[in-house]
């Protein structure tokens, strides 16, 4: 990434050293006693709701789900009572810039891409700033878990998944290299077709990668090269391939390469992925849908178009979770995302696990996050009601069976006017 200490000193000398924000929330401890929730309707999202239920979690992990009474409860827990309020897994962002992106208008606080076309080596988690401003926005949203994704070239670099609560780049990762990255070639529309000769670059790309690692496994003293050190996991199958392609005949393209690769990959964007329903459900090809609060690709494409996408894929069989497609300030807005795709025919259900579980599954984090279950993570969410409406407030949330502070920039400044109304007597 672009040095952070370099766009510092030009911070410092323009005077714009500010708009790096610097969140003064505290991290939350880690967890030392069990905590039980009880009382309250338990969402798993695996599973069917259960009603009037309980979750134990401890050691940071969820140890026990059910209803009625509480077997060998730890009598050092520590208990809340729901009474009646609603527990669902922390929601899971599968695309973003968190961390990587401030303030949209000042270039001095983007650091989501690296100088060259070719930069598999790069991390995204390198350059996260765990005090940023948006982290605790996003988490008052009820989204505890994100992908972060670097953008910039035609291969950018790998993501990180993160966990939205840490005092450094390493509390924050869950797994510091989750995805590689590709921004798929599309055709000009000034006219000329260099996507041809651009896939071919990326194929000789791939072709030297492979024949280096062969290299290398027959001969250990061989000079490393970082940038296809970076590229083994995935060209292995051990880490998705994140392809960035939005056009039919960009995802077409993406999912024919891949094949003849043995490559699997997701498709990041997929705004026409309902043109080729045949391709992704041949070869198994996940969507990650960013964000359904957008235009249509096309003036020929109804205006509700985006808004039916989610349901048409899930309709095909095709596996696929909601992203937002915003700046990182507007990650908060995911649930209502999935909530749009809901009114729009999409099951309420499997608007939920778009959100969640799926998400986490195509991200590589299934094993882990997306739902309440024995053995995962206790990342969770406490509502007074369905958190895709606009309406519900998330009341407590904890990551890793940590509590953590839903306050942010957005909640002081409405408590701060707030109380200057209360002040001059037009509230109570």
Partial sequence: MKSKLFFACIAILTG???????????????????????????????????????????NGKISSVGSGVVPDMDPNARVIQLDGRHVYPGLVAADSQLGLVETGAVD??????????????????????????????????????????????????RSTVIRLDGWTPEDLAIDREAALVIEWPRNSRRG???????????????????????????????KPDIRYDAMKQAMDGHAPILVRASTASQIESAV??????ELDIVILGGEESDR????????????????????????????????????????????????PRDRPAHVRNLPHHAATASAHGLPREIALRSVTLD??????????????????????????????????????????????????????????????????????
Wanted: charged letters at 25%; a negative charge; one cysteine or more.
């Fill in 108 to 157: 001095v606080t983007h650091d989501h891409d690296e100088y060259g076309s070719w930069t598999p080596e790069t991390r995204a988690f390198i350059a996260l700033n765990p005090d940023s401003d948006l982290l605790p926005v996003t988490r008052a949203a009820g989204i505890m878990t994100a992908m972060v994704t670097p953008d910039g070239g035609r291969m950018p670099g």
């Fill in 276 to 323: 080729v329903i045949d391709l992704l459900v041949e070869h198994e090809v996940p969507v990650i849908v960013r964000g359904v609060h957008r235009s249509p690709v096309s003036r020929h494409v109804a205006p509700h178009a985006p808004h039916e996408l989610p349901k048409i894929l899930h309709d095909a069989g095709i596996k696929f979770c909601i992203a």
């Fill in 16 to 58: 714009t050293s500010t708009a790096f924000a610097q969140s003064r929330q505290v991290p939350a401890p880690a967890q030392k006693t069990p905590v039980l929730l009880i009382g309250g309707s338990i969402h798993p999202v695996s599973g069917p709701t259960i009603e009037d239920g309980w979750v134990m979690i401890e």
């Fill in 192 to 222: 000329g077709d260099r996507s041809e000769s651009q896939i071919r670059e990326l194929d000789e790309f791939f072709e030297s990668a492979a024949a280096y690692h062969n290299a290398r496994e027959h001969d250990p003293t061989m």
């Fill in 359 to 428: 998400a986490a599954e195509i991200i590589g984090q299934g094993d882990r996050l997306g739902s309440i279950e024995p053995g995962k993570s206790g990342t969770l969410i406490i509502t007074n009601g369905d958190p895709l409406e606009i309406m519900t407030d998330i009341e407590m949330a904890f990551i890793d069976g940590r509590e953590i502070d839903l306050t942010s920039r957005h909640t002081q400044l409405r408590d701060k006017y707030r109380e200057k109304y209360r002040q001059q007597g037009r509230v109570n």
């Fill in 256 to 261: 024919t390469w891949a094949h003849s690769r």
